[in-house]
């Protein structure tokens, strides 16, 4: 599949604001005392914001026609993308009421605040599923037609926020929450594990062939019409290609950028180092986004020449 960038950066940045958002809504009303302070609540929380408002922004980049995106919310019942849709508008108004009794209470806000905190967290981890399984829903592309696709959304996801969150806190108090940089440290090896997983995964042979789109399982099916060769809308989108080597060196970058480097940098924790840590996982991650679509190969590519999708 060819990579939007639309795309890449609305999920990665919508992914760490909802992730930031999730995290710091749990820490704030458990208690947890480094999450007490008003200004790191309201810094994280702003950030949150702008994050996923930038990537929804980002998401219209991909439409041919974007004044008609207001018609993605008609399908709700069927549509995957319709949910994330009428998910993520829906969180606004609840996170802005939960930002708004911080700014005005501080981090002691409670009752209409808290609810609407609760219920912004909840929007947001829904948002993050439904994204997901826009992709994991089609059973046309086995590379996302699995439940690691979920996973691995909402892990990053996650894995992410926590970097920010603990970039904001240590920069806003002075001083790193031992909590904050512990989760962060297991979310990321956490999310090292997901993503490594289903890389082994979309490895392994399987799915469709020319012989089993064909019904001729007993002998070899060889194409005599590779479908159209002009620079169409198939083969442009779904006909996408990458050198393997090159697949390769981009694997390995977005490994290191996306979970090791993060993983050292937390190790020294420094609280300014943990927000270079943040700034490179978010890079890292715009690559792995990168080639979770590169690595896509729709069934349509089996009329065009392709052995296996």
Not at 65 to 80: E, G, I, M, Q, V
Not at 105 to 119: E, H, P, R, S
Request: charged letters at 10%; aromatic letters at 12%.
């Amino acid at each position: 599949m060819h990579p939007a960038f639309s795309v890449l950066f609305f999920t990665v940045l919508s992914g760490a604001g909802y992730g930031l958002m999730i995290l710091l809504v749990i820490g704030h009303l458990t208690g947890l005392s480094q999450l007490q302070d008003g200004g790191v609540l309201l810094t994280a929380g702003i950030l949150s914001f702008i994050l996923i408002a930038i990537g929804l922004l980002c998401s219209m980049g991909h439409l041919a026609n974007p004044k008609n995106a207001w018609r993605a919310f008609n399908r709700f019942k069927t549509s995957w993308l319709s949910r994330e849709g009428v998910f993520a508008i829906a969180f606004f108004p609840f996170a802005l009421i939960y930002l708004g009794g911080i700014w005005s209470n501080g981090a002691d806000a409670g009752g209409i605040f808290t609810l609407a905190g609760i219920i912004a967290a909840v929007l947001a981890i829904v948002t993050l599923f439904c994204t997901s399984m826009i992709y994991a829903s089609l059973k046309t592309i086995r590379q996302w037609n699995t439940s690691l696709t979920p996973v691995n959304y909402i892990s990053l996801g996650l894995m992410s926020g926590s970097l920010l969150l603990a970039a904001i806190q240590g920069s806003v108090s002075g001083g790193l929450s031992t909590v904050l940089y512990q989760l962060a440290l297991a979310l990321v090896v956490l999310g090292a594990i997901a993503k490594i997983i289903y890389l082994f995964w979309i490895g392994k042979p399987a799915g469709s062939t020319i012989n089993t789109a064909t019904g001729f399982t007993q002998a070899s099916v060889r194409l005599l019409d590779q479908g159209h060769t002009s620079n169409g809308f198939l083969n442009n989108e779904f006909g996408y290609t990458v050198e393997a080597n090159k697949l390769v060196m981009l694997r390995l970058l977005m490994l290191a950028m996306a979970f090791i480097v993060p993983f050292l940098l937390l190790l020294t924790a420094n609280s300014n180092l943990i927000v270079f840590a943040a700034i490179i996982a978010i890079a890292g991650l715009l690559v792995e986004r990168w080639l979770f679509f590169a690595e896509a190969r729709h069934v349509v590519r089996l009329f065009h020449g392709d052995q296996q999708t």
